[in-house]
């Protein structure tokens, strides 16, 4: 079964595993220790969601698990591996514009998931509003995190400190606002393909999630 879903993820999806496997062996072979770490790291981690799918029966839309495996390969191989974050100074910052985006958007399906797509159980701005807190939390609480690996282990995951947290939150706030927006005008039933797009795919791979749905 497993080996079935693996042939069938697009081909960018095959192409990064590809890469990612060539660079494990390269650096296996050649002793670089770190890199085989990373390399296996983003392997799991990009894996995930095709686990993820099989035990809770969630159907992931292609291009959103595309999208999770790009972020995966682009934060953890190219950013930490091969020093992106220091080499591409707009790096980090896409990374959490997009990454606030895409919590936006699993903000708001969580709190219609747990009205069962009942688009009148609550005020639309509501359930906007707390899509959007839920990515700006996750986002708060990454920038926690960066800062107990600094103080804990003496790395540099902050980089300037106080100016790139700061920076970094702004972005989060923005792309979140970007994510819940778009939920915003998925309840009031505007669709702009997109992202409002992917809303309505997962809705529609996921129905029994969404049983009072109606449009």
Known sequence: MWKRRLRRQPLIVQAIWTVLAVACLAALVTGRWYLAFVSVATIVLSLLPVLFQGRFGIRLPVRFFVWIVVFVFATIFLGEAFDFYNWIWWWDIVLHGVSAVALGLVGFLFVFMLFEGDRYAAPVWAVAFV?????????????????????????????????????????????????????????????????????????????????????
Do not use: P, Y
């Open 131 to 215: 899509s959007f807190c839920f990515a700006l939390s996750v986002g708060a609480m990454w920038e926690v995190f960066e800062f107990a690996m600094d103080q804990v282990f003496g790395l540099n995951m902050q980089k300037s400190g106080l100016v790139d947290t700061m920076w970094d939150l702004i972005v989060d706030m923005i792309g979140a606002a970007i994510g819940a927006f778009a939920g915003f005008l998925h309840l009031k039933g505007i669709e702009l393909g997109g992202l409002t797009g992917v809303l309505q795919e997962f809705i529609q791979k996921n129905r029994r999630f969404f049983r009072k749905f109606r449009r």
